[in-house]
């Protein structure tokens, strides 16, 4: 087949490293730059000046001329069984949990319905420039195949895995060790690896897995390089003393997963709020990573994440909205919300750190970033293109910006799916492809 070739123009921004480490060298800005795709990954990067007298004349250019162009954001933790009750009211996290959650997720042992909320989860994903999402299915194998399916035909980068969880729980969630181990098994079969998908070992969290299922998730996990593990910890005072009570040998609550074999490359874990110096070290110690929820944690009232700490540590750390208890699937929102989380901790976000975090930041703490998170030349060409003047206060407000970092800050507090102008999945405008999606082969 003949190679293509694409380009898009415009303001362009991306991370080559940490911001927090190395300062303005960890980021390369062009006002008007072009960058060019050759068959889904970045071919070149350059000013645009340059990159015209190189270019075909005759090549497919977007013109995104005064908006700005970023790799596509890194969701690290999300539920997309939980689409339908975000914003639901009134209750921290148990309770949450047992009165909206878990009637929700019963619903996806339909699969129409699984494949319906799949697809309105990925379209709602990329409105919001989000392109690469690590989520939560249900106990339900039929829903890790529906939201797989989604992702798929939109080309999209997903990680995601069948819920593991055999005790307190309702029963019509419930799996049993042996069960949720033989199907987790067959979907890593049936995905792993397939396209852009990669499969997680999803024990829900210590409180709702057995020590029987727990040993067998960690096996699984140690078995199949390339694997993922997804989990919550430490996100509430009460989960915590219920963990407690669960596995009272262990030193805390990250020391159950630790001794399941849980922590490693690849493990990403929600919330980490409650975390001590000795939970960080192992952290940092095994390369496991954290997904900072703001909303969420907001929104259930949890607590407030401790970012300045798990960097001082090194450990990998990305942002994760967490829908349905987080109340956005727009990460400029969830931004927001963060650098508000961080001010009642006394610690700052700067916009930089920010925009890190959600691109090249994300990427690292799934292992991906030779993949994904920036332009570097042979990288999948996922991005999103961010209008700074999509509203009137924001137009308003970007006047009265005299530099890149005021306006990113001012995009991240004001801006959401809105000033999402358009979001490119392998090069191409997002949305479901007509070469993979069944309604093409009719
Ligand atoms: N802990 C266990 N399950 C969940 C969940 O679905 N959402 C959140 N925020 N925390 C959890
Ligand atoms: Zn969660």
Redesign the pocket.
């Known amino acids: 087949a003949p190679q293509t070739l694409r380009a898009v123009r415009g303001e362009i921004l991306h991370f080559l490293s940490d911001p927090a480490a190395y300062g303005a060298a960890a980021s390369e800005h062009f006002a008007d730059g072009i960058l060019a795709i050759r068959d889904g990954h970045v071919a070149e990067l350059g000013p645009a000046e340059d990159m015209l007298a190189k270019l075909p004349s005759d090549i497919v250019l977007d013109d995104y001329r005064g908006k700005l162009i970023l790799p596509g954001f890194v969701d690290t933790h999300i539920?997309y069984a939980?689409t339908d009750i975000i914003a639901s009211y009134g209750e921290q996290?148990l309770a949450w949990?047992e009165r909206y959650?878990f009637p929700a997720e019963a619903r996806f042992a339909d699969p129409d319905h699984a494949a319906a909320v799949a697809s309105f989860f990925c379209d709602e994903l990329l409105r919001n420039g989000t392109t690469t999402a690590m989520a939560?299915a249900t106990v339900h194998g039929t829903s890790v195949d529906a939201l797989f399916e989604a992702a798929r035909q939109r080309r999209m980068r997903l990680i995601t895995g069948k819920v593991l969880m055999d005790r307190n729980c309702p029963d019509f969630l419930r799996d049993t060790a042996e069960s949720g181990d033989a199907e987790s098994r067959a979907l890593v079969e049936r995905w792993h690896g397939r396209d852009r998908l990669l499969y997680a070992v999803t024990p829900?969290?210590a409180?709702?897995s057995s020590p029987e299922q727990m040993t067998r998730a960690g096996r699984l996990f140690a078995e199949h390089p390339g694997l993922y593990l997804q989990s919550?910890v430490a996100?509430n005072r009460c989960?915590i003393e219920w963990i407690a009570r669960l596995y009272p040998d262990a030193r805390s609550y990250l020391n159950v997963y630790d001794g399941f074999g849980q922590l490693g490359p690849r493990s990403v874990y929600?919330?980490c709020i409650w975390l001590d110096d000795a939970d960080r070290a192992r952290m940092a110690a095994t390369g496991a990573a954290m997904s900072f929820?703001p909303t969420?944690n907001l929104f259930?009232g949890s607590g407030l994440f401790d970012l300045a700490s798990a960097r001082a540590q090194g450990i990998r750390v990305g942002i994760g909205t967490?829908v349905g208890?987080g109340t956005s699937f727009s990460m400029l929102q969830t931004l927001n919300e963060a650098y508000k989380v961080l001010q009642l901790n006394n610690q700052r976000l700067s916009a930089t750190d920010a925009f890190y975090l959600a691109t090249l930041g994300g990427a690292r703490s799934l292992y991906l970033d030779a993949q994904i998170g920036s332009f570097l030349s042979g990288h999948e060409a996922d991005f999103v293109v961010l209008d700074p003047q999509a509203t009137p206060l924001l137009a308003r407000r970007m006047a009265n910006c005299a530099s890149l970092d005021e306006r990113l800050f001012v995009l991240m507090m004001l801006g959401d799916d809105r000033a999402v102008a358009a979001t490119h999945v392998m090069g191409e405008p997002a949305g479901l492809h007509p070469a993979l999606s069944k309604n093409s082969k009719t």
């Open positions: 539920h939980q996290l949990l959650t939560f829900r969290f409180a709702t919550h996100e989960e929600a919330h929820c969420s259930l967490d208890a």
